[in-house]
């Protein structure tokens, strides 16, 4: 539809809460637009199939806006300086801070300013599609390894480095519970030769009951879009995708 790509503009441009009788006056529009103001005669959620399935691919605009909304949270996973929404609102929320919201200790107790309008809708956002999933919000597999968490066990920088250049970058990657720095034999290697205070700070932690009830499990899609892609090219279109499938 030609009308997708400006209004995905503008949802782009200014992420605030939209009220949801703004989407019902849309899709009333497209319906009279559709029947040429007549009866509708096909159900709108057929309309919304393809072409195959006996639809036209009409778009749902308000699952498309919470995407855009949403999308925000990959950029502040990143913790990349460049990207707009780290620099758009107040400058005491810096790109470390965000960072640390997602699958991280820092979403336990977010404080927002009352001018912080995109951020705060974005996190409202991701937190109550993360509670739809029935996904931890501060642990997963997909936990940074350089994550708050581990930040506080004051491990060496060192050692993490080395641990995300042998191993990978998050929780997973390392292993938790009897996997611990047990899952390959570079993993194996590297635990003989790493810092040994660090190690057991880690391992205390990986090994915790708390981290190995929300970490020891296979990665869902929906957090694999947010910590696993390294582009976000065609961002948009995977999470509404996901968003279809809630």
């Known amino acids: 539809m030609a009308i997708l790509p400006k209004l995905l503009y503008r949802f782009n441009a200014i992420p605030i809460e939209i009220p949801a009788a703004y989407f019902m006056d849309l899709e009333k529009t497209i319906q009279k637009f559709i029947w040429n103001k007549k009866t509708p005669r096909i ?21 498309y806006y919470k995407a855009t909304v949403i999308k925000t949270a ?23 801070t965000l960072s640390h919201l997602i699958f991280d200790k820092g979403a336990k107790h977010p404080h927002w300013r009352k001018d912080s309008l995109f951020n705060k809708w974005c996190w409202k956002n991701w937190a109550s599609t993360c509670q739809r999933l029935k996904l931890d919000l501060y642990l997963s597999p997909c936990t940074k390894l350089k994550s708050k968490w581990i930040k506080d066990l004051n491990i060496k920088i060192e050692t993490l480095n080395q641990l995300e250049q042998r191993l990978g970058r998050t929780l997973e990657d390392i292993g938790v519970g009897k996997d611990f720095m047990n899952k390959t034999s570079v993993a194996c290697e590297l635990a003989q030769t790493i810092n040994k205070w660090d190690l057991f700070l880690l391992k205390g932690f990986c090994t915790a009951r708390e981290t190995t009830s929300s970490v020891k499990r296979q990665p869902t899609m929906w957090e694999k879009i947010f910590t696993c892609s390294s582009s976000d090219k065609g961002l948009l279109s995977r999470i509404y995708k996901e968003f279809k499938k809630i």
């Open 43 to 63: 159900a709108k959620a057929i309309l919304g199939n393809r072409d195959m399935a006996g639809g036209i691919t009409i778009p749902n605009l308000q699952l």
């Open 74 to 96: 990959w950029y502040w996973q990143r913790n990349r300086l460049e990207d707009q929404w780290n620099r758009l609102e107040d400058a005491e929320t810096t790109p470390d």
